[in-house]
Nanobody, 121 residues
């Protein structure tokens, strides 16, 4: 089994900062891309930021310059540093990881349970 456990969400005022963490555990051979998605009420889930195993990053236009994604490969952990938060960043944030469980296996996407981020104006 593979688990992704997120932490770090909460309530913050506009302009503030939060740091999300997501640790993958279980039967893991390797992890390629890790990332963060978010889903606001009545909206579709959208990509916020992703990072490959060698550190290449990708960001949604709406968060460029404010959010930074990073990872610690030794700990199978991905982080999302969120600065200059805005009310429109309010959403449930989900961690995602593309994981290979054995050398002979195909990769699969795994998701965390989600963590609420609320930004008050």
């Amino acid at each position: 089994q593979v688990q992704l456990v997120e932490s770090g969400g909460g309530l913050v005022q506009a302009g503030g900062s939060l740091r999300l963490s997501c640790a993958a555990s279980g039967s893991i051979f390797s992890i390629s891309t890790m990332g963060w998605y978010r889903q606001a009420p009545e909206k579709q889930r959208e990509l916020v930021a992703s990072i490959t195993s060698v550190g290449s990053t990708n960001y949604a236009d709406s968060v460029k310059g404010r959010f930074t994604v990073s990872r610690d490969n030794a700990k199978n952990t991905v982080y999302l540093q969120m600065n200059s938060l805005k009310p429109e960043d309010t959403a449930v944030y989900y961690c995602n990881a593309n994981i290979i469980r054995a050398a002979w296996a195909r990769s699969n996407d795994y998701w965390g349970q989600g963590t609420q981020v609320t930004v008050s104006s």
